[in-house]
């Protein structure tokens, strides 16, 4: 198939190199500064605009895979682990835990290789059905986990970084840790698709004092 000109109807570019030239800008961006995948931009923004990360922090990245976030917070972060049910290539600098978060023993697993985190991020994503309140109850679903798993292991005045699909639910969700932080944001970040449903709440400031 080819891509005519609207003046001539002469073919002037075949659809496939069409597809190429227009390849996502962000995804060009990561390749070409090494990172396996355009949701780097994602969390540079949010780091860049909060604030969110300090070189001296410990940080738990949930749904690692492939492992963009972990390249680019083991760049400069104290220590990071990233946890996925799927296998993630190493990162020098960080480490991994394959493991499903739904699991019941997965607190325990993480704090065999840290007890408590500075921060903890979430980029899970549901399997897509394209039915939109399926999709939104399935990625509530991932982030009310990243939250259990955050109330064992995420210190006092920490952050949190959830990516969520925006629904009703959703906002509940939201507001329930408004009571829980000092500062809670709605952020869609640059390398966000302007179609895509995500946003993700930027949680600051952890209220409850652990050590």
């Excluded at 005519?4 to 800008?25: E, L």
């Excluded at 780091?47 to 070189?55: A, D, I, S």
Aim: glycine residues 6%; hydrophobic residues 40%.
């Amino acid at each position: 198939m080819a891509i005519f000109c609207f003046i001539t109807r002469k073919p002037f570019i075949d659809s496939c190199d069409f597809i190429y030239i227009m390849q996502d800008h962000f995804t060009k961006r990561a390749k070409a500064q090494g990172y396996r995948a355009r949701s780097v931009f994602k969390l540079k923004d949010i780091v860049k605009k909060y604030q969110f990360v300090k070189p001296t922090d410990s940080v738990l990245d949930l749904g690692a895979s492939p492992g963009s976030w972990m390249q680019y917070l083991s760049r400069f972060c104290r220590y990071v682990l990233g946890v996925d049910i799927s296998d993630v290539e190493d990162v020098k600098g960080a480490y991994f835990l394959k493991k499903n978060v739904m699991d019941e023993d997965i607190v325990k697993e993480i704090q065999k290789y840290k007890s408590k985190f500075d921060v903890i991020i979430s980029d899970m994503a549901p399997k897509t059905t394209g039915q939109t309140f399926v999709d939104q109850e399935s990625s509530l679903v991932l982030c009310e986990r990243a939250w259990f798993i955050a109330t064992h292991v995420l210190r006092g005045n920490g952050n949190f970084l959830c990516k969520i699909f925006q629904s009703k639910e959703g906002d509940d969700f939201l507001r329930e840790l408004r009571k829980e932080f000092k500062l809670v944001k709605t952020s869609k970040p640059e390398g966000s698709k302007k179609k895509s449903k995500e946003v993700f709440y930027v949680c600051i400031g952890y209220k409850v004092i652990r050590v």
